[in-house]
């Protein structure tokens, strides 16, 4: 069992910077990989990075280029800097972890492949 909390959402301008943290506790020597997802209002929620343990990482289109994702193995904790935010980057903030093997390396980019969820943290992004 691995609990997730996410922190560091809040209210920024466009073009300005947030950076989100996930704190993981329980088993987590058997997360293979973490992702963070977001939930704009009235809109599905989506895949935004994915940290995988055998060091690569994925970042949907939409942020790449601007969020950088990463894990501190030693804190358990995953980051999600965000740069040069827009008002459509508003959303609810998950993070997920994964136990699958296959996530060590690849893949990893479906909600299935997520066995444990937080709460969400809001990130808006207004002027």
């Known amino acids: 069992q691995v609990q997730l909390v996410e922190s560091g959402g809040g209210l920024v301008q466009p073009g300005g910077s947030l950076s989100l943290s996930c704190s993981a506790s329980g088993y987590t020597s058997n997360i293979n990989a973490m992702g963070w997802y977001r939930e704009p209002p009235g809109k599905e929620r989506e895949l935004v990075a994915v940290w995988r343990r055998g060091g690569n990482t994925y970042y949907a289109d939409s942020v790449k280029g601007r969020f950088t994702i990463s894990r501190a193995n030693a804190k358990n904790t995953m980051f999600l800097q965000m740069n040069s935010l827009k008002p459509e980057d508003t959303a609810v903030y998950y993070c997920?972890?994964?136990?699958?093997?296959?996530?060590?390396?690849?893949?990893?980019?479906?909600?299935?492949?997520?066995?444990?969820w937080g709460q969400g943290t809001q990130v808006t992004v207004s002027s």
């Open positions: 997920a972890a994964s136990f699958r093997d296959y996530c060590s390396s690849y893949g990893c980019t479906e909600e299935a492949d997520f066995g444990s």
